[in-house]
């Protein structure tokens, strides 16, 4: 499953196969339902218009950030300073809890209900990611039509497709039959 943070970004959907088809799953409630319930959403009513502006505002600053991101593997300073003013709206207290068996344990509990926990919860999935180093390893995938944000989890970081088997494979066949359609290719040398 996709970090919160890249599920985010992911809501604004592109046609991968180029026909210029896009979706704002932002606006479909039943996806918005169970992305809500990933950030811990404590309402009984799905987010109105302008808790759903704030979202794809956040959506906007990631996207931003992973573009910035890619070529250098640093935040700029306007991205990190909106990223702690995402997370400051959702501070985080400590909590004693008990746990299976008896046992306590000392658990971090967003202290802010409503969109600013979702906010800050997708905030701090991002900045975790980042700062434990994970920069890197974010990716967009090579199809320029599919724009999808993914973790590149393999050993060698070298993954170019959100998946080898429909961005990757689709590029390849359009490649190939470029290929064969070019003059070149029918020629034969003398």
Do not use: Y
Request: glycine fraction near 6%; charged fraction near 35%.
């Amino acid at each position: 499953m996709d970090p919160l943070w890249a599920e985010l970004i992911n809501s604004d959907w592109h046609d991968h196969r180029g026909s210029g088809r896009r979706a704002d799953r932002i606006d479909d409630d039943r996806w918005l339902a169970a992305f809500l319930a990933r950030t811990g959403w404590l309402g009984r009513r799905l987010l109105g218009e302008k808790d759903r502006r704030r979202l794809r505002t956040l959506r906007g600053l990631l996207r931003r950030a992973v573009d910035t991101l890619r070529p250098e593997d640093v935040l700029a300073d306007r991205e990190i300073a909106a990223l702690n003013r995402a997370l400051a709206a959702c501070p985080e207290v400590r909590r004693l809890e008990r746990q299976a068996g008896d046992s306590l344990a000392l658990v971090l509990a967003p202290a802010a209900v409503g969109i600013e926990r979702v906010l800050g919860a997708v905030a701090a999935s991002f900045a975790e990611f980042v700062a434990h180093g994970e920069a890197s390893r974010i990716r967009v995938c090579a199809n320029a039509d599919c724009r999808w944000v993914f973790v590149d989890s393999s050993r060698n970081r070298t993954r170019r497709w959100c998946e080898a088997k429909v961005c990757g494979s689709l590029i390849n066949v359009r490649r190939l039959r470029a290929r064969r359609r070019s003059p070149r290719a029918h020629s034969r040398p003398a």
